[in-house]
DNA sequence: ACTTAGTATATGCAAATGCATATACTGAAA
DNA sequence: TTTCAGTATATGCATTTGCATATACTAAGT
């Protein structure tokens, strides 16, 4: 439900779906992909469980606007939200699981570097949007420490999209020049297999953690 | 169906479910998380499909195993896998959208940094595993840069794990401490409303480039 | 013999997701 | 005056998730 509650908290003053949907581009939706569809949804349940009430504004531009309000439902439920914890998310990296197995190929060092460079392609292109923004929010008066309360939050996590897509890109260039300084050899020769070793190696580890493990569900 | 590729991919030798669940935590799971239903099921399909081609062993402790092995089809599917690009993923950060949103609590400085130090306590966490896995590779003759390629691309990933995990750490104490430096008056201060100023920064922004807008559909 | 623990493989199901498409209304162009 | 482009809100649907639970078989304990 994490997208209703989201909602909530940007619903601090009442906004039509579109208005939020613009919002969303540019800020949330830089750690929270969704779509407009998803967010129409989530408003039609807000509103029929209580939390926000939509009220029709007839609009000169098309269909009549929706425009929602937060209830003393919705802002009780957003105050529980900020104080709980969430996760750190799971993420599902397919360039990372084609870079491990690469030497299921037969030119693995080919392979990867092609798979690194287009990877490379993308994260510099969402560094330089994400910088386009941060340099907008850099004429706000004290920025960046001292900006008011409701624009330095935000800008934080605008900074950690930054911080997360550079560390990305420092570890492709890094990884780049230690495959590209690798013998032909040592890429082309020995096993072509999954790595026995490895498989061995983490024996002992899997003892110690346990993700999912088949949990023992009677006692 | 990315987990499908990548099954075809661990399964270079024949395999059961279990030995790939095993295998998978470790190594795959750290960038591509699923559980063991998925596992059998994408097996199962990969089966149908003529990818991979079950083999009942009876075995000596509980139900017969199906070992998995490549069909030439498979082979082909897995090759092709590995000449495509990915992208980038997306991911859900449910913490960033609270820190977004801080300031709707009455105690903005107070639960951002709760929110920082929770997210802190689960990244560290998740740097000592990869770290340990690390260490055991550490042995490997050759580590990191000449390890035989069925280790060193691994390694590749496991390293990628660490680093993005270090800069996010590295992100959250930064951010704890201009947290702490901000001025009381400048987070309890000012409207506590969505940030207008920012939602009209953006409006520029949003001219440019365009998340999920809806595509005219007939052209 | 009978339960319990362990291993291995699966099924059920509600919710979330992504993507395409539909509906509805307005103002301007052809 | 019909068509087109734009805005705003929604619906349809197949697929993917996550989580709980089921099935099936073995080996040991008691």
Known sequence: MGLQDILL?????PMSGTELIHFFRGTIHHFWQ????????????????????????????????????????????????????????PHKFEYLAKIFSVTADAHPRKRALELMRSMRGEVIDAVV???????????????????PANMFYPWLTLHHGLMRRRALLEWIDESIVRIERRSSEA?????????????????DYRAETEPFSQESHRS
Chains 1, 2 share one sequence.
Not at 9 to 13: A, F, I, K, M, Y
Not at 187 to 203: F, I, V, Y
Request: a positive charge; hydrophobic letters at 35%; one cysteine or more.
């Open 187 to 203: 890429d082309n020769a020995g096993e072509s297999g999954c790595p026995a070793d490895l498989q061995r190696m983490l024996e």
């Open 9 to 13: 908290s940007l619903l601090r003053e």
């Open 129 to 147: 949007q994400l910088e386009a923004i941060e340099h907008l929010m850099s004429a706000t008066p004290g920025f960046p420490n001292d900006m």
């Open 34 to 89: 969704t779509d407009l569809s998803q967010i129409y949804r989530a408003l039609e349940a807000l509103d029929r469980e209580g939390y926000v009430r939509a009220e029709s504004m007839p609009s000169s531009k098309g269909p009549a606007r929706k425009e929602y309000r937060l209830t003393k439902k919705g802002r009780t439920r957003l105050a529980g939200w900020l104080r709980q914890k969430a996760v750190v998310p």
